[in-house]
């Protein structure tokens, strides 16, 4: 069923800057859906390096303020920014889907979960603010509190256009930061949608300003000297070189980059619902997760079995457009991406030990001229390129393992450690999962991706770097201690 009431005028973008919106005078911004490129989702123009200078100096200037303005007023913005959120989750999540790809069903949940996470910090908001200790000298206390950083630059991917740009930017201004955010330029829409919630919330000016820009003004945003610090998700690349520039300025930075993540099935796992939680973990948001599903490691004795089961599911999911209910699966979230993907697996079809178990081919009905790609299952006999790099698209690779070391060995292969999931009811294998998989986040008999807002999130080796996001463990990076040594003076109380 395609959603007959879905509005497809051209929506206008702008950047909000100081608290001004602005239509911007930079290059024309065009956003365009993956699932029909010829069709414009919303337009505008990039903001400038004026709009960056007046952006930064409207945040140094709200920080005072916004950091000493009580906590449950903060608190209470947040929450109220959720309510818009919930209330709009519906057009606005047929916007995330039209714009960005995932399925409608996906896109609505994006936006409720990003009205929750912004609940989670509300909430937060009257958490302790420190801690105290005893001191060695009598009439003496010690506090440890937590203080805002100041002006935090927040730099965002495509594929939660929502989700994440609330997990940074919820936490930054909840403990009293201001916020200067670039998001990734091809879900510029929903970025103004997640602004708007905000400023309809009552965040006073200056607190948040949104720059619509290119890659360029994102890393410009990262050297501005009116940056305290910076909070990055995207690709390895790019994290890398935010990482270098913050290192050179010793300014804290906190990143969350690459993944390559396993799901173990060992030979005691219930099939049916593993490979149902494989399909989801690699599949949902067509594979574009740092948290996705991108390889498999099937014990010998269920493999044939269970890659039975897996690749006929596979071959069936209902790949379309990503507003018809009907669809599974939607495009990646641009023909360039879409191209890039192919050309990695096609590469990988001459290798020895390399073969495709289903999909592969591209579409050559109307789906061929979007950023469709057919869900794919690669099988590798031999130590392969596609085993350790990122694609970021619908595509599983597949190994074999003799036995649960092997297993484990083949699922921390390489340098990246955000998730992984282990499917088995025998408690001395998730024992074992537990204490050596190298891995930020484990699921046992769960897919691989997934992040609540209330538990600390984040890998482990190449795949992030700085501390962890989410939870209470925002806070380490989004505030600074400052210990305080208490003591009244001797003189005598009158
Ligand atoms: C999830 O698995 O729901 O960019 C969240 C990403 C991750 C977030 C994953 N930082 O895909």
Redesign the pocket.
């Known amino acids: 069923m395609t959603i007959g009431a879905f509005d497809r005028s051209v929506r206008s973008l702008r950047s909000l800057v100081a608290g001004e919106w602005r239509d911007g005078e930079g290059d024309e911004l065009l956003d365009v859906s993956p699932a029909s490129p010829g069709e414009t989702v919303a337009a505008g123009r990039l903001a400038r390096n004026s709009d960056l200078d007046d952006a930064v100096a409207g945040a140094r200037d709200a920080f005072p303020r916004w950091a000493t303005t009580p906590h449950h007023v903060r608190g209470r913005i947040l929450e109220r920014a959720a309510d818009v959120l919930d209330a709009r989750a519906v057009p606005w999540g047929e916007e995330l889907s039209w714009e960005e790809g995932k399925v409608r069903a996906e896109g609505i949940g994006e936006v409720r979960r990003a009205a929750e996470i912004l609940r989670f910090y509300a909430g937060e908001a009257f958490r302790p603010v420190g801690e105290v200790f005893a001191s060695p000298r009598p009439g003496e206390q010690i506090q440890v509190i937590h203080r805002p950083v100041g002006v935090t630059a927040v730099v965002t991917?495509f594929?939660?256009p929502v989700?994440?740009p609330a997990w940074k930017i919820a936490p930054a201004l909840g403990y009293g930061n201001t916020v200067v955010w670039k998001p990734s330029g091809l879900v510029p829409l929903l970025a103004v949608r997640l602004a708007e919630a905000l400023v309809e919330a009552g965040l006073p000016d200056g607190v948040l300003s949104l720059l619509l820009g290119d890659g360029a003004l994102g890393g410009q945003l990262v050297e501005h000297p009116g940056v305290d610090a910076v909070t990055f998700?995207g690709s390895t690349a790019v994290g890398r070189s935010l990482i270098a520039t913050c290192g050179r300025l010793a300014r804290p930075v906190q990143a969350?980059m690459g993944g390559k993540n396993a799901s173990v099935v060992l030979a005691d796992a219930d099939l049916e619902p593993a490979m149902e939680e494989v399909l989801a973990g690699a599949f949902r948001s067509a594979g574009q997760?740092?948290?996705a599903t991108s390889r498999l490691v099937v014990e010998e004795p269920v493999a044939d079995a269970f890659l039975a089961l897996l690749t006929e599911r596979v071959a069936q999911l209902r790949v379309g457009d990503p507003l018809d209910d009907s669809s599974e699966m939607g495009p990646v979230v641009s023909l360039r991406a879409r191209d890039e993907i192919r050309r990695a697996v096609d590469a990988g079809t001459s290798r020895p030990g390399f073969s495709i178990l289903t999909g592969g081919h591209p579409y050559d009905d109307d789906r061929r001229t979007g950023a469709f790609l057919r869900p794919t299952v690669v099988g590798l006999d031999v130590d392969d390129p596609l085993w350790c790099e990122e694609l970021f698209g619908p595509v599983l690779s597949v190994r074999r393992a003799r036995d649960i070391q092997e297993a484990f060995r083949l699922a921390d292969d390489g340098d990246f450690g955000l998730s992984a999931a282990v499917f088995t009811d025998d408690l001395r294998a998730v024992t074992a999962a537990t204490e050596q998989l190298d891995v930020g986040v484990l699921h046992i008999n769960s897919e691989t991706?997934?992040?609540d807002p209330h538990v600390p999130f984040g890998g482990a080796k190449q795949s992030a770097y700085g501390p962890k996001e989410q939870g209470r463990a925002a806070r380490e990076f989004f505030t600074r201690t400052k210990t305080v040594y208490v003591r009244a003076s001797e003189r005598r109380a009158r």
Request: with cysteine.
């Open positions: 991917p594929n939660f989700a994440i998700t969350e997760k740092c948290t991706a997934g992040a």
